[in-house]
């Protein structure tokens, strides 16, 4: 009996250390397969994670999904995960750059508002015909507000780090469509987060105005110190320290920071990776080239570690043999309409000043871009307990299929030049998942 509990642990870690190394490996060889198809290696490891869960490892004798993951192991994974989504995060705020915006300001905000407005309002009236449906999350009622919110909220992102990687591989980045989109999707994201702190503190307070307005209290004097306080103390610590080249020291803060802002967005009612993206965004970026090398290269080592464990639970959440008939309608509903508001929303302002049709619809594809920033939404509305398992598979399935059809139906670089003349843009130097 005393050597009980120790050897259960020990089996525990085995078959953790084992899963990892499983996920790895599934992720690198589907990963450079989606490359082969002009598709982003995210497209390739999101897959792995569907594949190694019920709707394809699950389909062999064996049960297969729950020997290599057992029920056990399955909340170590979650919290690998987790810590891998933080850092990401981090990366992601402290990577977002202005001068990426700054030559399409204007134009920039016109097609992001464009299109996450009406996407936002396609998925509100989405939830509305689906909410009769999905009402309920593990016998617990969820308020239509809730459902509604996030369901505009999923609509509305543009995955920043993978509309990047897209624009790279097809040498887009230095053409007027490619500046546009980059600045558009990055003003997205900002918005997806401020939508996906709205709609955690919505769920926290559970119908509570009186709660609601505390977290908005909370929240806003939490920016507030984060901005005041936190950031010019980061800009006299990062000087300081690398000046007197204390690399290690300064990365193991940053992470260590990363961390306790997660957790006191947490502690306030919004979910964590609002935290670690706004500590990220008040970090200094200057020595640029210094933190690049020292620090930010370190962080996306860890990163192709951790995340791809992010997509296997992702993906062991996703069962399309758990649909019915009425949920494919309903999915192939909310692909239409996903793809109806990110097109039209950008198309709009995009012709209205002077895009030619081409870039507009280029345009429209490279904003409809859903990827890691939809999935990280999805995971916290099922951690919310907004989402029940069905209408997680349908949505995790509409981000890959509108991610993936961006790369084949662009215009080639050629076809854009001879349309108008290139625009040089700043190359981002965001994630490139």
Not at 110 to 125: D, N, Q, T, Y
Not at 282 to 308: F, Y
Request: proline share 5%; charged share 15%; glycine share 10%.
């Amino acid at each position: 009996m005393i050597t009980a509990a120790p050897a259960a642990q020990e089996t525990r870690m085995a078959f953790l250390l084992a899963g990892i190394a499983v996920v790895l490996l599934t992720g690198i060889v589907l990963g450079r397969y989606a490359r082969h198809l002009r598709q982003p290696a995210v497209i390739g490891e999101i897959t792995a994670g569907i594949v190694l869960g019920p709707s394809v490892l699950g389909l062999l004798p064996g049960d297969l999904p729950h020997r290599v993951f057992p029920a056990d192991v399955r909340p170590l994974l979650s919290a690998v995960s987790q810590v891998g989504l933080v850092l990401f995060m981090f990366v992601v705020g402290w990577e977002f750059e202005k001068r990426l915006i700054r030559p399409h300001a204007g134009l920039a905000a016109g097609v992001s508002l464009g299109s996450i407005a009406l996407a936002f309002g396609l998925g509100v009236a989405v939830a509305g015909l689906l909410y009769p449906y999905h009402s309920t999350v593990a016998g617990k009622h969820i308020p239509f507000t809730a459902f509604a919110v996030f369901m505009g909220t999923a609509m509305s992102v543009t995955a920043f780090p993978v509309l990047a990687r897209i624009l790279s591989d097809n040498r887009l980045l230095d053409l007027r469509v490619g500046g546009l989109a980059l600045a558009s999707a990055a003003i997205d994201d900002v918005l997806a987060w401020c939508l996906l702190a709205y709609v955690s503190a919505l769920v926290s307070a559970d119908g509570d105005f009186s709660e609601l307005a505390g977290i908005g209290v909370l929240s806003v004097g939490y920016v507030a110190v984060m901005f005041l306080v936190v950031r010019p103390l980061l800009t006299r610590l990062v000087w300081r320290w690398a000046g007197a080249e204390r690399w290690s020291s300064l990365l193991v803060v940053l992470c260590a920071g990363a961390f306790l802002s997660a957790w006191a967005t947490s502690m306030i009612g919004i979910h964590a990776i609002f935290g670690a993206f706004l500590f990220g965004f008040v970090l200094p970026r200057e020595p640029a080239l210094l933190l690049a090398r020292h620090v930010r290269k370190p962080l996306d080592t860890i990163g192709l570690v951790l995340l791809p464990v992010f997509f296997v639970v992702t993906g062991l959440g996703v069962d399309l043999g758990a649909l019915g008939g009425g949920d494919y309608l309903a999915l192939v509903l909310v692909i239409v309409v996903a793809c109806t508001g990110k097109l039209l929303g950008a198309a709009v302002p995009a012709r209205l000043a002077g895009l030619s049709w081409r870039e507009t619809k280029d345009l429209g594809l490279l904003m409809n871009t859903r990827g890691l920033t939809e999935l990280i939404i999805l995971n916290a509305a099922v951690g919310l307990g907004v989402l029940d398992d069905r209408m997680f598979t349908i949505m995790v399935i509409m981000a890959l299929v509108t991610t993936a059809m961006a790369g084949p139906l662009l215009s080639r670089r050629e076809q854009l030049q001879a349309a108008l003349p290139p625009q040089p843009v700043a190359d981002p130097v965001g994630p490139r998942s």
